[in-house]
Every structure is written in structure tokens, then in C-alpha cells.
């Protein structure tokens, strides 16, 4: 298996667990926001859903350039670090709209087969 094989892999259980954790909430709970200055649940996922959007056209347009350009290596390592939170950009944050969590689940599905 392949390098990238694996990580796609790791980003399918990945989901699909986030699936599982949250099958019995209503949209209710997934929209309760427990801590001032935190997101909901709803919120949360809809941020993926915006994060994997962007990250989908930005390789297209890349893929759809004739300009190549070498891309630097980044750690992504603090992204696992949940201790220390970054200020999403403003394209990324999230709604304080009420959401129903199908039709998030629809939304962040659909990004993958882009």
C-alpha cells in the first residue's frame, strides 16, 4: 500500500467515526454551543466542510495551471495539538446559523467527490 493510499484510508475511518459520535444527537444538541468563545458541534463540521472545500479548489486551480510552482513543506504537527487553538480565517469560520446535521453531513460528503 502506498503512502497516500494510507492517509486516505486514515481520512475515510477518520469520518466515518466522526459519523458515529455524533448518530444519536439531534440538531438541537449539535447546535448548542456549551462554552462562550467555542463552536458547536454543528459548527465544527461545518468548518470541515469549509476547510475541504478550500483545500479542493485550490488544488484544481493548481492542477488547472499552466504556472507550476514548488510547494514548501510545512509541519503540520500543531494541528493535533488541541490545547493550543489558532483563530481560523475569516473564510473558514463557520455561521451562527441553526444547521440540520444531514444536510451538513450531505455538504461535507460532497467535498470528497469533487
Known amino acids: 500500500?502506498?503512502?497516500?493510499?494510507?492517509?486516505?484510508?486514515?481520512?475515510?475511518?477518520?469520518?466515518?467515526?466522526?459519523?458515529?459520535?455524533?448518530?444519536?444527537?439531534?440538531?438541537?444538541?449539535?447546535?448548542?454551543?456549551?462554552?462562550?468563545?467555542?463552536?458547536?458541534?454543528?459548527?465544527?463540521?461545518?468548518?470541515?466542510?469549509?476547510?475541504?472545500?478550500?483545500?479542493?479548489?485550490g488544488i484544481t486551480d493548481a492542477l488547472l495551471s499552466d504556472e507550476k510552482l514548488k510547494a514548501e513543506q510545512k509541519s503540520l504537527e500543531f494541528v493535533k495539538d488541541r490545547t493550543h487553538k489558532v483563530k481560523a480565517p475569516d473564510n473558514l469560520v463557520p455561521s451562527n446559523d441553526f444547521k440540520v446535521?444531514?444536510?451538513?453531513?450531505?455538504?461535507?460528503?460532497n467535498t470528497r467527490k469533487a
Open 101 to 109: 446535521l444531514d444536510r451538513l453531513k450531505e455538504e461535507l460528503t
Open 1 to 57: 500500500m502506498k503512502k497516500g493510499e494510507i492517509t486516505m484510508d486514515k481520512l475515510a475511518k477518520t469520518r466515518e467515526d466522526l459519523w458515529l459520535s455524533i448518530s444519536g444527537l439531534t440538531n438541537e444538541q449539535a447546535n448548542e454551543v456549551i462554552e462562550e468563545g467555542t463552536w458547536s458541534i454543528a459548527q465544527v463540521i461545518e468548518h470541515l466542510h469549509l476547510m475541504e472545500s478550500n483545500v479542493v479548489r
